[in-house]
């Protein structure tokens, strides 16, 4: 039994598309709002907040009904498709408003902002309050801007859910962790080519700019992994044999005979341990948000430190980790190797609570890294492990509560957070906060019992040979 790396690659283009609109979503979205429109710091945020809000009730919603879908080129695929070309569409259409409204401001303060310096801080406030009352002036750019941004987050929300459940659908179970290992490179490689792109364009170097060409190259790049996708994704055929190969290999057999309408319950003890991952996926991500949203400050204002590289590094960490934890996972079990992922990240977060403004920064390097390694650990595991409860086509519904689950937790864990911050002192708290909820989720982990991969015994001589699976 060996995984298909070049199948996984090819499904994986939807996610790394995903991967690219975000990136570039999250990199100039809030520059538009405070730069060209005025907004504070707060008002961008809660507008930034509609993907994590809208997710919680469209992914398990689109999943479920992309299970009960069945066309000739399968259940996903019509999803991926039509919600990639709408988010394009509207995402070249935001630009379009932004330039509107840069023009007006620009052509109201030409002046003034040839002759500041957006680095000094009251020049930027000045530029951020006259921007705001063009703004209220004219409101119009903006709920415009606001109403268009609402139809790129449905677009990319409708299909989400069936492009992450299309890898266990055509992966069979024991295999599915190193798979979405491989998913999580592909779609890491989305967002370091938009980054790319960012420093072609110079994204971080002008605060006033069009953004037009930039997104158009983004755009661009989610074309092409649609197209890819489109274009060599057999999702019906490769989802046949998946099943084939589960039967002949002796997997679920009971969900292999059923047809995709009949739907066996979950046990009580599978519900139990269904109920049990997604509280670990919400605990781990109120603790591993609450750091990752929140470090750029306090690095900034607490330590005196560069961000940037920081988490450069956990990234990197993360990424070089993916394929040989999807491996370990595969010898190991999932729930072991995420219990042990908890710790590693558990204790990275409390080892940075002992880092002080005097303690060299050269110390949070591998702070980060033992982070980025305990976070790959646990995320690639997390998802399969949800899906393996599945039953009778309903993969897609459960990717929709793996993913409720955790936007949720990202909704609410920068309130939760900052309320801490404020009433504690940020210096006290911010580490020991993220390293607390970690921690809980390893206790809700212990008790799950249920959705670890089914470890298949080879047969013949020539599998017992084979350590590449």
């Given amino acids: 039994m060996k995984l298909n790396y070049k199948r996984v690659v090819l499904v994986g283009m939807a996610f790394f598309l995903i991967m690219a609109f975000w990136q570039a979503y999250d990199a100039i979205i809030p520059l538009i709002l405070t730069n060209h429109f005025g907004l504070s710091q707060t008002y961008s945020g809660i507008i930034m907040s509609f993907d994590n809000i809208l997710a919680v009730f469209m992914l398990p919603m689109f999943g479920a009904i992309s299970d009960k879908v069945n066309t000739k080129y399968g259940k996903r695929t019509p999803f991926i ?20 409204q840069m023009a007006k401001v620009i052509g109201e303060n030409l002046g003034m902002l040839q002759a500041g310096d957006m680095q000094d801080e009251a020049f930027a406030a000045m530029a951020q309050e006259l921007a705001f009352k063009l703004t209220l002036e004219n409101p119009l750019p903006l709920i415009g801007f606001i109403a268009t941004l ?6 990319m929300a409708t299909f989400r859910s069936p492009a992450v459940a299309l890898m266990p659908d055509v992966t069979v179970k024991p295999l599915r962790s190193k798979a979405n290992a491989i998913i999580n490179l592909t779609g890491t490689a989305g967002g370091i080519i938009v980054l790319v792109l960012g420093m072609v364009f110079a994204t971080s170097d002008r605060c006033y700019m069009q953004y037009t060409g930039y997104v158009g190259a983004v755009c661009a790049v989610m074309l092409v992994g649609l197209i890819v996708f489109i274009l060599t994704v057999k999702e019906r055929r490769w989802a046949s044999e998946m099943e084939e190969q589960s039967i002949a290999l002796g997997i679920d057999n009971e969900e292999a005979e059923n047809t995709s309408e009949s739907k066996r319950k979950l046990s009580r003890g599978e519900m139990t341990s269904l109920l049990l991952i997604l509280a670990s996926v919400a605990l781990w991500y109120i603790g591993y948000n609450s750091i990752t949203s929140k470090y750029s400050v306090y690095a900034t204002n607490i330590l005196g430190f560069d961000f940037n590289f920081t988490l450069i590094i956990a990234q990197a960490a993360a990424i070089v980790s993916y394929i040989p934890v999807g491996i370990l996972s595969s010898k190991f079990g999932r729930r072991k190797t995420i219990l042990a992922g908890i710790l590693i990240l558990a204790a990275a977060f409390l080892i940075g609570h002992f880092v002080t403004p005097s303690t060299p920064e050269l110390v949070m390097y591998p702070v980060f890294a033992l982070a980025g390694i305990g976070w790959a650990t646990i995320n690639v ?19 929709g509560y793996y993913y409720t689950a955790s936007m949720a937790a990202q909704i ?29 989720s390893f206790v809700t982990m212990l008790f799950v019992k249920h959705g670890d991969s089914k470890p298949i015994e080879k047969k013949s001589l020539l599998e017992k040979l084979d350590v590449d699976d």
């Fill in 150 to 155: 609402l139809v790129v987050l449905v677009a």
């Fill in 381 to 399: 595991n997390s998802f399969p492990m949800a899906v393996e409860l599945a039953r009778g086509g309903d993969v897609g519904k459960y990717t």
């Fill in 412 to 440: 609410v864990a920068p309130i939760i957070s900052g309320m801490l911050y404020e009433a504690c002192g940020m210096r006290n708290v911010f580490f020991i906060f993220g390293t607390v909820f970690v921690l809980l």
């Fill in 81 to 100: 498709l039509f919600g990639t070309i709408v988010a394009v569409i509207a995402f070249m259409a935001l630009t379009l408003i932004d330039n509107y």
